[in-house]
T-cell receptor, first 114, second 116 residues
C-alpha cells in the first residue's frame, strides 16, 4: 500500500492564480480531510468528506473547494490564491469518521503564494 | 463541544532521562484520545490512542500515555528519551458523543527537543 499520497510536494503561486492539490489513498478509507499547518497554529481543518459525494466545511474553508467523486481521491482547489494561503497542507484519511479510528497523513504540500 | 490543550510549546530533556508531554482535554461525553508525532518535513504519524479500558496505553517507539479522567489529561511519556525522539507531538481528541460531527480536534503541538 502506498498509503496517502499528495502532489505536488512544493508549489509557488502568484496572487490570483488557481491550482489543485491532489490527494489519493489506497486503503479504501471512508473519511478524508484536508488540514493546513501554520507555525503556532497547529493543524486547522479546511474541508472533510465522510464518503464519495459527501463533503463539508471545516474550521477554515474560505478560499478552498473540494469534491469527492471517488473513494480514493480528494482534491483541494485554491480558487484565487492569496498570500494568507501560504502554508503546509496535509491530507489525511481514516477507515471511518466514527469510532476510534486513527488518521493516516500524507507527506504534505508546501505552498508559497507571492 | 470538544477541545484539547497542550500547555507547553517546547519541552527540553536530556537523552536518557524520562520525558513527559502534556495534554488536557474537554468533551461532553467520553473521549477518544490520540497522540501523533511529526518529524521534520514529514506528515503526522499515529503513535497511540485511548478508547476504553486500561488507563495506561502503550504505543510505538516505546511511548506510552496515561488517561486520567478526573484530571481530564492524557500525558505522553517515555522512560528514557532518545535524541531521535526530537519532533513535534500532537494530541487529538474526539468526543464519543459526536453530535453529527466526527472530526477530531488537534492541539497546537509541542516541540520535544532531546539533548545529547
Amino acid at each position: 500500500n502506498a498509503g496517502v499520497t499528495q502532489t505536488p510536494k512544493f508549489q509557488v503561486l502568484k496572487t490570483g492564480q488557481s491550482m489543485t492539490l491532489q490527494c489519493a489513498q489506497d486503503m479504501n478509507h471512508e473519511y478524508m480531510s484536508w488540514y493546513r499547518q501554520d507555525p503556532g497554529m497547529g493543524l486547522r481543518l479546511i474541508h472533510y468528506s465522510v464518503g464519495a459525494g459527501i463533503t463539508d466545511q471545516g474550521e477554515v474553508p474560505n478560499g478552498y473547494n473540494v469534491s469527492r467523486s471517488t473513494t480514493e481521491d480528494f482534491p483541494l482547489r485554491l480558487l484565487s490564491a492569496a498570500p494568507s494561503q501560504t502554508s503546509v497542507y496535509f491530507c489525511a484519511s481514516s477507515y471511518s469518521p466514527q469510532g476510534s479510528y486513527e488518521q493516516y497523513f500524507g507527506p504534505g504540500t508546501r505552498l508559497t503564494v507571492t | 463541544a470538544q477541545s484539547v490543550a497542550q500547555p507547553e510549546d517546547q519541552v527540553n530533556v536530556a537523552e536518557g532521562n524520562p520525558l513527559t508531554v502534556k495534554c488536557t482535554y474537554s468533551v461532553s461525553g467520553n473521549p477518544y484520545l490520540f497522540w501523533y508525532v511529526q518529524y521534520p518535513n514529514r506528515g503526522l504519524q499515529f503513535l497511540l490512542k485511548y478508547i476504553t479500558g486500561d488507563n495506561l496505553v502503550k504505543g510505538s517507539y516505546g511511548f506510552e500515555a496515561e488517561f486520567n479522567k478526573s484530571q481530564t489529561s492524557f500525558h505522553l511519556k517515555k522512560p528514557s528519551a532518545l535524541v531521535s525522539d526530537s519532533a513535534l507531538y500532537f494530541c487529538a481528541v474526539r468526543d464519543m458523543k459526536g453530535g453529527g460531527s466526527y472530526i477530531p480536534t488537534f492541539g497546537r503541538g509541542t516541540s520535544l527537543i532531546v539533548h545529547p
